[in-house]
C-alpha cells in the first residue's frame, strides 16, 4: 500500500497551474540571528521562475544579501480536506534592474488589479524606482494536495 504522502503529491504540471493561479506567496529569509523572517508577496512567473519586487532598503534584501538561503510556500484551503500548498527551499537572488522591476511591475497590475498594463505604466514605473527584484531559484519542492485522499 502506498504512503499517504506519495497519494497526494501534486503533478509537476500541477504545480505549475497552481503556483501560476495563486496570489501570494510566503518568502523566508534568515535574519542576522538565524531566526525565520516571514513575508507575504505577490508574484509573478517569468521563465518558470518566483519574480517579485521590494524596496532596496527592505529587511528581505538586507537578509538574502548575507544569506541568500530562503523558502517559499504557497499555500490555500481552510477545512484539512481541501489544504493544499506547494513549499520550495532554495535561493533567493537581488537583481537591481529598473527593467525588470517594471516588467514585475506591470505583470503584478494586470493579474491582481485587472488593469491595463499600458495605462499602469507610468504609475508603476515611478513605484518601482526604489525597488529591486527578487527572484527564487528553488532546489528542492514538496507538495500536497489534500483533495486527493479518500476518505
Request: charged fraction near 25%; proline fraction near 4%.
Amino acid at each position: 500500500m502506498p504512503n499517504v504522502r506519495s497519494l497526494i503529491q501534486l503533478t509537476e504540471d500541477e504545480i505549475r497551474s497552481f503556483i501560476e493561479s495563486s496570489k501570494t506567496v510566503t518568502m523566508a529569509t534568515l535574519n542576522h540571528d538565524g531566526f525565520p523572517h516571514l513575508a507575504p508577496m505577490w508574484y509573478s512567473i517569468f521563465d518558470g521562475l518566483i519574480h517579485m519586487h521590494t524596496y532596496q532598503r527592505s529587511q528581505k534584501v538586507v537578509n538574502i544579501q548575507r544569506d541568500p538561503r530562503g523558502s517559499a510556500l504557497i499555500e490555500d484551503g481552510e477545512d484539512y480536506d481541501k489544504l493544499r500548498g506547494v513549499f520550495m527551499r532554495g535561493h533567493f537572488e537581488v537583481i537591481d534592474d529598473q527593467a525588470l522591476c517594471l516588467k514585475i511591475g506591470l505583470a503584478s497590475a494586470e493579474k491582481y488589479m485587472n488593469v491595463d498594463v499600458t495605462a499602469a505604466e507610468p504609475f508603476v514605473r515611478e513605484q518601482v524606482k526604489k525597488r529591486v527584484a527578487l527572484i527564487f531559484q528553488p532546489e528542492k519542492i514538496s507538495s500536497w494536495d489534500h483533495r486527493k485522499m479518500k476518505s
